[in-house]
């Protein structure tokens, strides 16, 4: 292989003749060689970016030349078209808080700058990584930046799954709010309810989620960019410090604010361990529904089976005819790697000392896969099973019919005591409490019908349930007519 020789502080180094990086990402790649993955590329894109926002905010305020400043933002553009991806070859789990990471940009940038200009890869005579390509910055503040924005980004896609998950389970809430069925509390006979009361509810906890999630990005739009090493924002000019922000919200299209206080800024990542909380919180809620339908679907023969799950893949290798809840079961494992990782960015946090905090690099590694595998987890939960959900309504009646817990029902009329004789004498002689209550006389038919119906709840869970569709398709046909305009 033909090289080059660089130099950086710590010595000579051959890289690669025609590599757009140089000696210290050739250099963390040999020394950081751990997860064998490259870095997000969102996160590549949005280091561009700033990159891209400093070399405008630098050339306005006069201390960029503006031959330099447009080599700078032609070379990032590049950058974030993807022209140069496989010149990013840094582990993305890496010691130094992200300078590899950082440097990796600046080389890539200034080397591209340099060839556009005229110049030769290696040289850096024209435009160099540290003194034009990262001026007025620190690893210090691009990095958490960059950070912040590749959460916004990766959520952009999360959110708009989870709100399909609600009003997917929406409509199953209105097309089950018919299907009487028995409701259970500790896996035992409870009371009379709907299927379609089921779903609205779980449509109900995904809102919550996705609500909870979109609260704790607005953490993730204040950014202590201009603060450099420490906070301070040493080597940055005024200028810069007053105008990246905005600067940088042009080009993100997303409203970005420096932080009051760029010394908290910079060295806490409480805003992080907020988001992966939340994350947190909806993969355990999804996690938790999707054992619902497990129970609901167990069978089919031998099992609840209320509702038909669809059918995705032969479920056994040996056993002919059998299917699994394929997709329910790996949204479940999301959710032990999301909770995992939430541990992970704890723990990363927690150990920062002093005026920086040098693990950074996993956090965002874990909250990036977190987020990506929440969103795929959903999605194919939305198209692969919610959407193809089907009822036993028979079945689900006669589980009801035949359940003791109906009998709760009569408390009002005939007390608790004697209610509880005759759920008793039902299990007993295998009988309905329907056909005891008739016997003893205790009620007629028509009272007992009455008695036995879900009290409106069906009629009230179907209501709420079409308005919130109502509402989405509102807001749907919106954001088409916004986006045939912008068009």
Known sequence: MITRMEADSIGMLDVPYDAYYGVQAERAQRNFNITGHNMNQAFIQNLALIKEAAALTNCRAGLLPKEKAEAIVKASKEVIDGKFDDSFIVDPVQGGAGTSANMNMNEVIANRANEILGGKLGAYDMVHPNDHVNMAQSTNDTIPTAGKMTVITLSKGLLKELKSLEASLYKKGIEFSGVRKMGRTQLQDAVPMTLGDTFHG???????????????????????????????????SEYYM????????????????????????????????????????????????????????????????????????????????????????????????????????????????MELNAFEPVCFYDLFESITAMTGAVKTLIVNCIDGITANEEHCRDLEEHSTGIATALCPTLGYKKSAEIAKRALREDRTVREIVLEEKLMNEKDLDKLFSVNGVDTASEKKAEAKLHSFEKAKALDAAKKASVA
């Not at 449509?203 to 090493?229: D, W």
């Not at 010394?263 to 919180?281: I, M």
């Not at 809620?285 to 679907?297: A, G, P, Q, V, Y």
């Open 202 to 236: 779980y449509g109900e906890l995904v809102k919550r989620c996705r609500k909870r999630i979109k609260r704790s990005l607005e953490e993730m739009h204040v950014i202590n960019l201009g603060g450099t090493a420490i906070g301070s924002g040493i080597n940055a």
């Open 242 to 353: 007053s105008h990246i922000a905005d600067t940088l919200s042009m080009l993100f299209g997303e409203q970005m604010t420096i932080a009051d206080d760029l010394f908290d800024a910079t060295e806490n990542l409480d805003g992080f361990v907020a988001v992966s909380g939340a994350l947190k919180a909806c993969a355990i809620s999804l996690s938790k529904m999707c054992n619902d339908l497990r129970l609901l679907s167990s069978g089919p023969r031998c099992g609840l089976h209320e509702i038909n799950l669809p059918a995705k893949q032969n479920g056994s290798s040996i056993m002919p005819g059998k299917i699994n809840p394929v997709i329910p079961e790996v949204v479940t494992q999301v959710a032990f790697l999301v909770a995992g990782h939430d541990t992970t960015i704890m723990m990363a946090a927690e150990a920062g000392q």
